[in-house]
C-alpha cells in the first residue's frame, strides 16, 4: 500500500443553500492521529450533505483501489471521487459503507465505485478528488480517517 499525503478540507450543503453544519479537526482518536469530521446533517433548504474533501495529483491508474483506516458512529458514509471526467458538481463515483465502532481498513476497489449522474466510466489515471460524506438522511456525523491509501 502507498499512504496518500491529503490535506483535507470542510464542505457543506451550504454552498448550495443547505443549512447542514459541521467541521472538521486534527485530533487523536482512539488512540490515532486522524481527520474527523463532526456535524448535523439536514434535509431543510433542499440540503444534505457534510464531507471532508481532498484534491489528488497523481495518477492512480497502477492501483486497484483505495484503503482507509477509518472509525465512527455506525452510521452510513459515501466514499466519492472525481475526475476529470466530470464537469458538473453533482456527478462522481461513489460507493457506500458504514463507519465501525473500533479502526477498520476498509478497501474500496475501483471497480466497485458507482457513476452517478454520468455516463462516463471511472478513469484512475483521471482521479483528482476524494471527499467522505454524510450525505442524505437527517443525521449528527462522527467519523473519523487516519489514513488513505492505495492498494
Known sequence: MEPLDLNWEFVADTVMGGVSSGQITQEQVAGRAATRLTGDVSLDNNGGF???AADLRDDVSAWTGI??????????????????QLSRPWQSFRTGFQAPAQWTTIRFPFATFE??????????????????????????ADIAVAQVALY
Open 67 to 84: 484503503a482507509i483506516d477509518v472509525i465512527g458512529n455506525e452510521e452510513d458514509y459515501d466514499v466519492r471521487l472525481r475526475t476529470d
Open 115 to 140: 457513476s452517478n449522474n454520468t455516463e462516463a466510466r471511472f478513469d484512475p489515471a483521471q482521479l483528482r478528488r476524494i471527499g467522505i460524506l454524510a450525505v442524505g438522511e437527517v443525521m449528527e
Open 50 to 52: 457534510i464531507q471532508m
